[in-house]
């Protein structure tokens, strides 16, 4: 496998990382290159990986079996279209873009080529435990939230750097943390009316949203869904509200509990959702067209379409 990434940020560092592990595991020989725009000191073992660092477009070979766009939102439509003729299939990270004024005709696959966008949640045993609940519950209503205090998600980093904080740059709490719209959509579909309210409120120096609230409509249900930047202790977890109970599923507790019934179980650690998506891609890749691509660019967007209001 001839693989290139767009960048070896910590988003790339972790799936070069993630890569390199399962190829060795199954056998499968692997050769990466990475585009660099910057002159930071890769930590060694990333930097072991790496076959070569690209610093012009002029030097990226005519072929490779699979493309990483792992660099800053803004920038992932141009790099899918650079990439378009030179990689067999594309693994783009979430979210696909930075808004929703693109046309994704353009950037659509062709052939038997798989372009599949980051979805890593979904294969978490947290999802498990959602989907276990939608798929035998009545379903009412369901609040979910997503509440981290950003500034100490990378320590020893300055946060007022990162393109979080830029809305230019594809920042903003309600792009970058549209998990819970991604797995929400999985769950129940897309919806039939979205109710957005999104800024910035806190203190912290950022000019992207820090907070984004939804109302998602269904025929049959509403989800609310919460995602803010500034809660200073980490709060991610679903409350549904079915026929027969009130079951709550959190994601740092790794716990589900039923408030009626007044249960309760712990599912266990949940660290290897990046690894098993890792694993499904490869396999889908390599399935010859018979594997299910669970998020393609046209789901992709209508999840961010989701997250602007539109």
Not at 220 to 228: A, Q, R, S
């Amino acid at each position: 496998m001839k693989a290139l990434f767009t960048s070896a940020g910590s988003i790339g560092s972790r799936h070069i990382r993630n890569l390199s592990d399962i190829c060795k595991s199954q056998g499968i020989p692997l050769t990466i290159d990475v585009m660099r725009k910057t002159e930071r000191v890769l930590p060694p073992d990333i930097k072991n990986l790496i076959n070569l660092e690209i610093r012009d477009n002029k030097s990226l070979s005519d072929h490779y079996d699979v493309g990483f766009i792992t660099d800053e939102t803004r920038t992932h439509y141009d790099n899918i279209l650079l990439l378009k003729s030179r990689c067999h299939h594309l693994f783009i990270e979430k979210p696909i873009f930075d808004d929703v004024n693109y046309d994704i005709s353009s950037v659509l696959p062709t052939g038997d080529s798989v372009y599949y966008v980051a979805c890593p949640i979904r294969f978490s045993k947290y999802y498990e435990e959602l989907k276990n609940i939608a798929n035998n519950s009545e379903v009412y209503s369901a609040r979910v939230i997503f509440s981290s205090y950003m500034p100490n998600w990378q320590k020893g980093r300055d946060y007022r750097l990162s393109f979080r904080c830029f809305k230019e740059r594809g920042g903003g709490v309600d792009i970058d943390s549209l998990h819970e719209i991604d797995y929400v959509t999985s769950l129940f579909g897309f919806p039939q009316k979205t109710h957005r309210v999104a800024g910035k409120y806190s203190n912290l120096e950022m000019n992207a949203p820090d907070l984004a609230t939804y109302i998602l409509e269904y025929n049959d249900k509403l989800i609310e869904v919460h995602l803010d930047y500034f809660g200073r202790t980490n709060n991610r977890r679903v409350e549904f509200f079915t026929k027969d109970d009130v079951i709550v599923v959190d994601y740092n507790k790794h716990t589900v509990e039923h408030q009626l019934a007044s249960t309760s179980f712990d599912y266990g650690v949940d660290d290897q959702f990046y690894q098993n998506e890792m694993r499904y891609f490869i396999s889908m890749i390599n399935s010859s067209g018979s594997a299910l691509n669970i998020n393609p660019i046209p789901n992709a967007f209508e999840n961010l379409k989701i997250s602007k209001g539109e």
